[in-house]
């Protein structure tokens, strides 16, 4: 069955660094777009970033543009947010999802919490 | 950016009662909506794409319609199961974006 684990969220303090990584099982992970979402607590869900099967199309929001990287290791089944120059702001669960190949995502992970804080 | 508004942002009902949210565009997106279901300390469940395919599984009480700007997500006959918070999402474009939520109480 199709599984997506995402790990590596933790507390952090304002202007560090943290790597996400969500590992994928159950299809083949080349073959599907996917993209992080986050939800800060109580608040709605919110879209981070995006990309594409092997990697060469990228997108991000605006909230993130120039602090996040997206990458993936298709060979490991495996997607990545590296994520630096964080802000209280970024405090929030971060979901990695697949997308059906449309833009809805199908699967999610179970989320890794990600706190920002001195 | 897209801007998704949803509305109500609650909604109080009963068992058996038909449900609707209705979801606007800022901008018209085609059929490019989904809506998911989210239940308290777990991840959202896709339940409509393409503004009305019921996604796999998902009970025919469900139904999503709409194109272009407005869209809407019924639920004929509310179930125990369906008190959660729904939130529609526009795939039409970069950046992605969702609407801010319907929580659907016990009335």
């Known amino acids: 069955q199709v599984q997506l684990v995402e790990s590596g969220g933790g507390l952090v303090k304002p202007g560090g660094s943290l790597r996400l990584s969500c590992s994928a099982s159950?299809?083949?992970?080349?073959?599907?777009?996917m993209s992080w979402i986050r939800q800060a607590p109580g608040k709605g869900l919110e879209w981070v970033s995006y990309?594409?099967?092997?990697?060469?199309?990228?997108y991000y929001a605006d909230s993130v543009k120039g602090r996040f990287t997206v990458s993936r290791d298709n060979a490991k089944n495996s997607l990545y947010l590296q994520m630096n120059s964080l802000r209280a702001e970024d405090t929030a669960v971060y979901y990695c999802?697949?997308?059906?190949?449309?833009?809805?995502?199908?699967?999610w992970g179970q989320g890794t919490l990600v706190t920002v804080s001195s | 950016d897209i801007q998704m508004t949803q509305s109500p942002p609650t909604l109080s009902a009963s068992v058996g009662d038909r449900v609707t949210i209705t979801c606007r565009a800022s901008?018209?997106?085609?059929?490019?909506l989904a809506w998911y279901q989210q239940k308290p300390g777990k991840a959202p469940k896709l339940l409509i794409y393409k503004a009305s395919s019921l996604e796999s599984g998902v009970p025919s009480r469900f139904s999503g319609s709409g194109s272009g700007t407005e869209f809407t997500l019924t639920i004929s006959s509310l179930q125990p199961d369906d008190f959660a918070t729904y939130y529609c999402?526009?795939?039409?474009?970069?950046?992605?974006?969702f609407g801010g939520g319907t929580k659907v109480e016990i009335k």
């Open positions: 999802a697949r997308d059906r190949a449309t833009g809805a995502f199908d699967y």
């Open positions: 159950g299809f083949t992970f080349s073959d599907y777009y």
């Open positions: 990309i594409s099967r092997s990697g060469n199309t990228i």
């Open positions: 999402q526009q795939y039409n474009s970069f950046a992605l974006t």
């Open positions: 901008q018209s997106i085609s059929s490019w």
